[in-house]
């Protein structure tokens, strides 16, 4: 039996993971059955207790009092044993729990980096989907897996795929000296085929991604392609592969999640329908491969696989975030800071889409380089990237007019 604990479980991919649990719980002479211990949500309280009763969860955390007191007398009424968790706090001490063998950490944004540091400190496999944890604080998330021995899956879905890519090197290759480049898809968001002004794009546009069905901010991000370069600087620190070796390509068919080009012209790539159930269950049962309930390829009905240059004029975010990744030191925490707040800021209708870049822009532009270069020489700390990310947020309200 493994036990394991999902944070964010409410969200998009919490939900899939619980999906996929299901149907591995369900799968005859499967070796291991999962056992999900602990289970975090924040605003969907409602879903957080159906899925209390559906995998008989012991412990929960919840974002603030209130949450918490309604699920307690819940619990009460219901005669369930449920020991409940609040706050920052709570998460981490979920995150950090004894009792469990893998932590899914499937909370959106910088909330996520207390909770996968507390997981890793304690030495557990994760299964990282909370891609903003690494992009803030790479440095800090890899050395604390390399001190506790702790290993890190990839569970999104470019990312599984050069995880898997590198697998299939079975000899010494995976020295990442041998990699020349890592190529990242994208598929080019709600607006990739949008012909004229994004300024008039409403936000139901933006969250109509084409091919994925996933959380609101991850597809904002898909729709301005900072997603995309969230991913490069997780590549970079996942694979310890540099900045300048990872290529991005905007393939709008989503087939192809990835490819690794290795110093010999070689190419890997790993494809299948996108569904994130995929690399979710191969996060869960690394390093087996087991069946899946998900439609195989046939590639003679797909016929066509397509490959672009993405467009960096039309598309701003993605040269802002590359920049703060070949920068490193604090601006990625900087610029993620300030894309959380921006993109909440469309999503409440209170800024255009073209104010995203606009409004990150003017908070790189106010960031003091002197700060940057004091946090590169001595060794990055939680205290800094924590310090940088509430300075971006701060400034994205004085650089703006919402
Ligand atoms: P969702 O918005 O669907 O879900 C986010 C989860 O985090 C929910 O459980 C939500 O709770 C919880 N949450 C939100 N804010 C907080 C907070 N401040 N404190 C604690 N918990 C919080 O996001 P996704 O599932 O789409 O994405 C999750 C992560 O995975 C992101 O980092 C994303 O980039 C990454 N990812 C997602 C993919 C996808 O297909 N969705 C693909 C690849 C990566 P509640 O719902 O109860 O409010
Ligand atoms: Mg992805």
Not at 380 to 394: G, P, T, Y
Request: with cysteine; aromatic share 6%.
């Amino acid at each position: 039996m493994k036990n394991i604990i999902i944070l964010g479980s409410t969200g998009s991919i919490g939900v899939n993971a619980l999906k996929v649990v299901s149907q591995l719980n369900a799968k005859r002479g499967l070796k291991e059955k999962y056992q999900v211990v602990g289970l975090s949500g924040h605003s969907n309280i409602g879903l957080l207790k159906k899925q209390i009763c559906d995998f008989g969860v012991k412990l929960v955390s919840v974002s603030d009092d209130r949450a918490a007191i309604d699920i307690k007398v819940w619990a009460k009424q219901k005669h369930l044993k449920l020991k409940v968790l609040k706050g920052a706090s709570g998460l981490k001490q979920l995150a950090g729990q004894k009792n469990s063998d893998m932590v899914l950490s499937s909370v959106v944004g910088f909330a996520g980096l207390e909770p996968l540091l507390a997981a890793l400190k304690q030495g557990k496999k994760v299964a990282l989907a909370n891609k903003e944890a690494l992009v803030v604080a790479g440095d800090l998330v890899m050395r604390e897996a390399c001190c506790s021995g702790a290993q890190i899956i990839p569970v999104d879905s470019e990312h599984s795929a050069v995880f898997q890519c590198l697998n299939s090197e079975l000899s010494g290759v995976r020295n990442n000296r041998s990699i020349r480049r890592i190529i990242l898809t994208a598929s080019g968001g709600a607006f990739y085929q949008h012909k004229g002004s994004l300024d008039k794009v409403t936000v139901s546009q933006a969250l109509a991604h084409p091919t994925w069905q996933m959380g609101k901010k991850i597809t904002i991000d898909c729709a301005t392609l900072t997603n995309k370069g969230l991913e490069a600087i997780e590549a970079h620190y996942l694979f310890g592969v540099p900045m300048d070796k990872i290529h991005i390509v905007i393939h709008p068919q989503s087939i192809v999640h990835s490819l690794v080009e290795f110093e010999d012209g070689a190419v890997l790539a790993q494809l299948s329908h996108p569904d994130m159930r995929l690399p979710i269950q191969y996060a869960l049962t690394y390093p087996e491969r087991v069946p899946a309930q998900l439609r195989y390829l046939e590639l003679e009905k797909i016929q066509k696989l397509e490959f672009f240059k993405p467009d960096f004029h039309r598309f701003p975010c993605l040269n802002l975030v590359l920049t703060a990744g070949r920068k490193g030191g604090l601006w990625p925490a900087v610029f993620n800071g300030a894309n959380e707040e921006a993109v909440k800021a469309f999503l409440g209708g209170h800024i255009l889409f073209t104010d995203i870049s606009k409004v990150i822009q003017r908070v790189m532009n106010a960031f003091p380089r002197e700060q940057n270069i004091l946090a590169k020489e001595k060794k990055m700390d939680l205290q800094k990237v924590l310090k940088a990310d509430q300075w971006a947020r701060n400034q994205t309200y004085k650089v703006s007019v919402f």
